[in-house]
């Protein structure tokens, strides 16, 4: 596997992760102390003027990313699997909505 693929993959799952991060901020399951406590101590990270390495933003980016991996993890399972579009089925197989066609139908005599 070359680095371009490596490169891609990972930008693939970042953006994963930030859709899910994104969809369990709005999900009224997640507490509300983890949807403001880790996200605001990420951001309050990034404006300080302390930081870690001086001038190199490269340590922001990765304690965001840990920090948005952090929310994610600590996030009742049940709302992960609904914000990545997978439910648990009654029967404990999982169904995933990609797999749904959501359409109109009309019965004509």
Do not use: C
Not at 12 to 39: E, I, S
Not at 101 to 107: A, F, S
């Amino acid at each position: 596997m070359n680095s371009t693929t490596n490169r891609s993959g990972f930008s693939l799952h970042l953006m994963r992760d930030a859709m899910t991060a994104w969809r369990l901020l709005r999900d009224p399951r997640v507490p509300g102390v983890l949807k403001f406590g880790l996200p605001f101590l990420a951001f309050v990270y990034w404006v300080s003027p302390i930081d870690l390495l001086p001038g190199i933003v490269i340590d922001d980016i990765a304690l965001v990313i840990a920090a948005m991996k952090m929310f994610i993890a600590m996030a009742p399972q049940d709302a992960v699997n609904r914000a990545n579009g997978v439910d648990n089925a009654p029967n404990g197989e999982q169904k995933n909505d990609d797999d749904v066609v959501d359409t109109t139908w009309q019965v004509i005599d």
